[in-house]
């Protein structure tokens, strides 16, 4: 809870009843309403309740359009609010973008109590609603620890984003029992199931872009794109495709950079890139950004504040394993989802999920915060999440 006025952590713990959790709990539930409409923005869910009865319910349901505090208050159809609180999700705003104040709003209504389940991290907000209602004379409460870490999983990328400037990463691949991801000759297509891969065009549907390196882009000439069977014609715009190319190698010939026209493709190559491949692929309208850095690590890092940069939040990185490796490497990878497969492959030369320098010891392993495991038809899918922001 970074950036929260210490007086207002202070008051939480004591005042916190189980009615306030029910209703704090269904405002999260109604945040995930808004998961895949409102980015770059969080999603956030909202309560008006006077003790036990619900008065109004809203969440932010597309981006530029008005969030969950004022869509609850108006859903309210009353204007007396005098002993109702408010239960929000993710504090409330206190600045003008493209819709008003959500501060002024509860205000304007009367609102006296106030419920936050997690802090907004970014800089024009990290407390200050929550100041400004002190201030007015409303009573601001926060969430104990489950609730609050309820809320804030919700917006992992957001969070991400606004502290450090870089997207977060979920890191999706197949593997063999062996723990393989292909064969000594790189044959990977398929190792995963048919619903796993259905599955995995979910993923891409629902983050900003999808990462690969040029390895996987040279040896399957992949699209990238989210076909999510049932979901196409619901999708309001395809992911960017990434591509970490250090040397420019993309062919102005693949399926990638033929559709540039249509889905944006970036490109991130290192300063050893020729000249003439990075203008090639500007004139079939790549974006190519130009990753600093001594070593692999370090223009992963800068690659992805660049793509940041370009309100890029979220990714999915698919690979392959020296990619995989170097996103490690450099404490970039947020999430894992592995799919096992019940297939044996063999081989000293057959490539593992990840490459890149790893560990010494076991000691410096990175343990995953969570780590669950769920039948996706014939695979195993084993998901870790490795960081929480």
Known sequence: MRGLSRVILDVYVSTCTDTDREHLARAIELARNGVGAVKPNPVVGAVVARGGEVLGEGWH????GVHAEVNAIEACGVADLSGA????SLEPCCHEGKTPPCTDAILQAGIKRVFVASDDPTEKAAGRGLGILRDEGVEVLLADSELAARARLLNQAFRKHARVGRPWVLFKSAMTLDGKVATRTGDSQWISGEDSRELA???????DAVVVGIG????DDPRLTARPEGLAEELPHQPRRVVFDSLARLPPTSQLVAAAAEIPLTVVVSRAAARADTDALEAAGVQV????GENEPARVRSGLEQLGALDVTAVLLEGGPHLAGAFLDAGEIDEIRLFLAPLLLGGSAARDPLEGKGVEQISEALRALTFDCERVGEDLLISARLREW
Request: glycine content about 4%; hydrophobic content about 50%.
């Open 216 to 219: 996987t882009a040279l040896a």
């Open 289 to 292: 950004l130009v990753a600093t």
């Open 201 to 207: 065009h979910r993923w891409r549907a629902s983050v």
């Open 85 to 88: 609180t408010l239960y929000v």
């Open 61 to 64: 349901e597309e981006f530029g």
